[in-house]
């Protein structure tokens, strides 16, 4: 049988094998972690089963098998800088897994791993090149590899605690301080003497020769924050093998830019910047860098200043960057989306999907970053003004450039290399390792999983058909996270039901209130919320008493049940319109349902006017004045799918789904398609007529791409309209005008206003002017210099200037000082004749100043401006000042 060597045959043999094994096949989740604020992408394989490996999850298979889609361009894995100078390192990733929860252990997880990787039917890797690692005390993976398989005890090599505590060893992997953990066995492949490199273990295990290409983690721990470790009760395996790295052994290449992937990637590059490919740094970086980009815009994120918006606009603009060295003079990284989804979108079609939507989102990050370099030279240039052949630009503005300009430190160093000047490389590292440990904080997680809430027993959820129990159960209760049997009154707590009426926070709407009455006590509901398949309620007693194993009765508060029904509703419809209106290219990105208003954030990279606002909310009120039904079924989730129903990409979804559908049907392409048909597990209204009006109440944007609307429904939008209608009325009752009139009259004023501040200024800098004449009395000599100080009272930073130069025509080689003295604001200003620069230099002055008067400034050796508020001190500062100005000039 012949080997599959091409990426995609290497991807489809993994599926194939273990499928053949009775693995589950299972997507890769999104690159945005689901519910998981402790990550900030996904970054490995297990990531979407975390719950499940904690036993908070069932899922209804127990062994998978998946290649997951993963990102380490931030946080505490972050590969970024590495990428396109080593054989291995990538932003983006795939990770081939697969996975037993509960089911099979040691003996046959590397029983697989061995057959996929050297049987004649699938890879057919020559046996003696594996060598494999194990932990040190793990006996058992040591007797399997030897005695099952047949490994020679010589390259089986145990690895210990090498990383400076117990269980700290590259051979055991943890979730986390506390939670499930577990020794690993990892498989090497040595790519042969030639290569430089020693057997894992040894001083030169980083090396090239030997390279990990499988890992096997067997989760048989809990450890418990005093550090001990509690067996298990179902041991799981976690395996890794990273499609690349295995790729590149089956095509018989060392490093993976070599691989038919990235060939064919490099080649596209070399083609847009019509340049030859020679295995350039750069390229590599455009073919990593574009994988990384496509994935995370397919996925929702969009670049932006903060969080993953901002790793994704540093991955962006480092790769243009490069494309800059090689030759672009223009946007070219978006073309890379092409051939990208050419190589790998039958894999993963939602790059085909939304292909236009990441060209689009890049070309627009390139034509901005593009505006941002210029800024970036402009202020490199404003420092290098200051510095003479020989002196040395600061770290500090090396940094500033490189984080807030994309400017890598040999751009700037090209830069001043011209001019002779040296950059201070070690204040620059300092910076740069500053940074990395804001960014390894913003990535940490303590997370205690062995104090997380586990019920054994699901809570059986029943408020789609009521509001009420009389007759549940309470199975389980928490005070400060741990379990105890009675609450009492006063006390916080958590309550678990057997079964509730209670909808827990989820979709967008958040958890429901009420009570829950025992004999002895009431539980005040204040919250409600999921923990795996448990649903739990947070609250209060407000009186007696409430114990374990007593029966109780649940009751919802109806009327924010029926408010939050309401904006749930309404939400989906208003996502419907915004797509008839602004295109199929809206897709929603976060929601937020209560009682008292709807929050929904979807992505569009354009502002939105005010007449599409009016249609988005005429259509919804269209279809709640239809009133037609709001169906609900459960069906399987390709059966909806092909009903053409919206799924929230990203979200987890079952085998069977819950679709919404409402409003009136329309006919699309000769088939009759509802207003609205969504997956959705949250509640909702019988009829859209119930919803009874919407009101968009605010539309803004967010983020770069993303936008938000709010809005409210029902009395809420009735009190909202009678609001706006009584300010009206008071507005036009002010203006003694008429109501269609009120908004004429208060443009007339306005442009009244305007007109009055631009006379008012001409007035303010003719004064000014006038006080040209009687300042130069004020001239006075320091060290053979004519020099001007001198305060203005009422005049502001804005009539400062054209003054500055009206006396400089009359004091041309001169310093002057000016100080605007307005509304408790200080305005400085300083002027330095460019033949006294050598000797002091404006923007110190100013700098100077600034400081000592608490504000900031600074400026260019012949002119500079700064401010500061007006104190108590700025009398004897300003006194100072030609005392200070004598010494500068010597």
Request: charged share 25%.
């Amino acid at each position: 049988m012949s080997q599959p060597h091409q990426t995609a045959d290497i991807r489809k043999a993994f599926f194939d094998f273990f499928i053949s094994k009775q693995h589950t096949p299972v997507s890769s989740s999104s690159l945005i972690p689901h519910n998981d604020p402790t990550l900030l992408f996904t970054n490995a394989g297990m990531n979407q089963f975390k719950e499940t490996f904690l036993g908070l999850e069932p899922r209804d298979y127990t062994r998978a098998v998946t290649s997951q889609k993963c990102v380490r361009a931030g946080g505490k894995h972050n590969d970024l800088d590495n990428v396109g100078y080593t054989a291995r390192h990538h932003t983006f990733f795939e990770m081939l897994g697969n996975f037993s929860f509960g089911d099979y252990f040691k003996s046959a997880g590397i029983a697989y791993i061995w057959e996929f990787l050297t049987s004649d039917e699938w890879l057919a890797i020559d046996k003696d090149r594996l060598y494999v690692t194990i932990y040190e005390t793990d006996d058992e993976a040591f007797d399997i590899w030897h005695n099952d398989i047949g490994l020679p005890a010589e390259r089986i090599i145990r690895i210990g605690d090498n990383k400076g505590a117990p269980y700290a060893s590259d051979n055991f992997w943890t979730m986390g301080d506390t939670g499930p953990c577990g020794p690993c066995t990892e498989v090497f492949y040595d790519h042969g003497a030639d290569i430089e490199g020693g057997l894992p273990g040894t001083p030169e295990e980083d090396g090239d020769r030997y390279i990990e290409i499988w890992n096997c983690v067997f989760m048989q721990f809990n450890r418990q924050k005093d550090g001990t470790m509690l067996p298990l009760p179902a041991p799981s395996v976690d395996t890794g093998m990273g499609l690349e790295r295995i790729s590149a052994i089956m095509q018989g290449v060392h490093g993976n830019y070599q691989i038919d992937l990235f060939t064919h990637l490099m080649d596209a590059a070399a083609a847009i910047l019509e340049i030859d490919n020679e295995q350039q740094a750069s390229l590599k970086v455009i073919a990593d860098h574009i994988r990384a980009v496509s994935f995370l815009i397919a996925d929702g994120v969009m670049p932006s200043n903060e969080g993953r918006g901002y790793v994704l606009r540093r991955v962006i603009r480092r790769a243009v960057r490069h494309g800059n060295k090689l030759g672009a003079q223009s946007e070219f990284f978006y073309k890379m989306v092409a051939p990208l989804v050419e190589e790998i979108g039958d894999a993963y079609p939602e790059l085909k999907e939304r292909q236009s939507i990441i060209e689009s989102a890049i070309e627009k990050e390139e034509a901005q970053f593009a505006k941002t370099l210029a800024q970036g030279l402009r202020l490199l240039a404003g420092e290098l003004d200051d510095l003479k052949e020989g002196d040395i630009l600061s770290g500090e503005a090396a940094f500033k450039l490189y984080d807030t300009y994309g400017f890598p430190l040999d751009l700037t160093a090209d830069i001043t290399r011209e001019r002779g000047i040296s950059i201070d490389e070690a204040q620059f590292d300092e910076h740069m390792q500053a940074q990395r440990e804001r960014a390894r904080d913003a990535g940490k997680f303590d997370v205690d999983y062995s104090s997380v809430i586990q019920v054994d027993e699901p809570t059986v959820f029943i408020g789609y058909e009521q509001l009420s129990d009389l007759e549940v159960e309470v199975i389980a209760m928490y005070q400060d996270g741990d379990a105890t049997t009675s609450l009492t009154e006063g006390d916080e707590g958590v309550l678990v039901l057997n079964r509730t009426p209670f909808y827990a926070e989820g979709g967008g709407q958040v958890g429901e209130l009420g009570e829950i009455r025992t004999e002895s006590g009431v539980f005040e509901v204040q919250d409600t919320k999921k923990s795996g398949q448990a649903i739990i309620h947070y609250g209060v007693v407000n009186m007696g008493v409430v114990h374990t194993s007593q029966t109780a009765e649940a009751h919802v508060l109806s009327s924010i049940r029926a408010a939050s029904a309401k904006n749930h509703s309404a939400t989906h419809l208003l996502h419907a319109a915004l797509r008839e209106v602004l295109g199929d290219e809206v897709t929603q990105k976060g929601s937020l349902v209560s009682s008292e208003v709807l929050r929904f954030d979807f992505s569009y990279d354009k502002p939105i006017n005010s007449t599409q606002i009016a249609r988005v909310e005429r259509l919804v009120n269209e279809q709640i004045q239809a009133n037609t039904s709001a169906s609900i079924e459960t069906i399987s989730i390709d059966a909806a799918m092909d009903k053409g129903a919206i799924a929230l990409f990203g979200e987890k979804y079952g085998s069977d789904v819950r679709v919404l559908t409402m409003g009136t049907d329309s006919i699309i392409d000769g088939k009759s398609q509802p207003f609205s048909i969504e997956l959705c597990g949250g509640l909702h209204v019988q009829r859209t007529g119930d919803i009874g009006l919407l009101k968009i109440t605010s539309e803004a944007g967010i983020a770069a791409g993303i936008r938000r609307i709010e809005a409210v429904t029902g009395m809420g939008a009735i009190k909202y309209i009678q609001q706006n209608d009584q300010q009206l009325g008071q507005l036009a009752s002010q203006l003694k005008a008429k109501r269609p009139e009120v908004v004429a009259r208060v443009q007339s004023m306005a442009d009244k206003q305007r007109e009055l501040e631009k006379q008012l200024e001409r007035l303010e800098q003719k004064l000014a002017s006038l006080q040209a004449a009687d300042l130069i009395s004020e001239v006075q000599t320091i060290a053979g210099v004519p020099v001007l100080i001198s305060t203005l009272a009422g005049v502001d930073g804005k009539s400062i200037r054209p003054l500055m130069d009206d006396i400089k025509s009359k004091l041309p080689d001169s310093i002057i000082v000016l100080v605007g003295d307005k509304d408790g604001q200080l305005a400085l200003s300083a002027s330095v004749a460019k033949s006294l620069t050598a000797r002091i230099k404006a923007g110190d002055i100013i700098r100077h100043l600034a400081g000592e008067l608490g504000g900031k400034g600074g400026g260019k050796p012949d002119y500079a401006q700064g401010g500061a508020p007006k104190a108590a001190n700025t009398a004897a500062v300003i006194n100072a000042l030609p005392a200070w100005v004598a010494e500068q000039l010597g």
